[in-house]
């Protein structure tokens, strides 16, 4: 393992840990002294996508993850969670056990996994995978997602309280003073 910092050969492992379906490793510079980390995987057999054109093409994991990252660019998930979807898929895939998979089959896995954690990621992801002829056929895939409330992904599509909706309740307190009584409103 070469240095990122200095290039020098040889490094040292400090700690090991196991993550998901890997190692991570620390490791230490023996030129420099400099820390860094690596993750290990194993790799499985060649696993091969069936494109829609029947093109066969390698499984490319950066692939997927970069279609992932793209329908989830600037939306509020929690760190990891792209990576976590993107394991499990791959995980799910070589669970199959067979040589070739159809990419239909991946861009389902990719959709079902982003409905379970974001709607707008979803949709933006399902725009591009089903190739969406009219406005139609996407307020359509909208309309379905809202019929259909699902976790905490139902709340990308609810307006939020303090952008000013109609539905905000007010709460009353009332503060007593020396001689006289204040009301407070606040907004909850």
Known sequence: MNCPYCGYTDSKVIDSRDVNDGVRRRRQ???CNARFTT?????SAS????KKDQRREEFNREK?????????????LPTGTIEKITDEIEAGLYKLGKAEIASTLIGDMVMEKLKE????AYIRFASVYREFADIRALKEAV?????????QAREALTPRPDKGTKNQ??????KKTSRRSKTHVKRA
């Open 29 to 31: 510079c023996l030129s």
């Open 39 to 43: 993750h290990e995987r194993l790799q």
């Open 47 to 50: 696993l091969f996508i069936i």
């Open 64 to 76: 997927l993850l970069g279609g992932i990252r793209r329908a989830c660019e600037k939306r509020p």
């Open 117 to 120: 954690h974001d709607y707008i």
């Open 143 to 151: 309309d379905n997602l809202v019929v259909m409330p699902r976790g």
């Open 169 to 174: 309740k007010t709460e009353t307190t009332v």
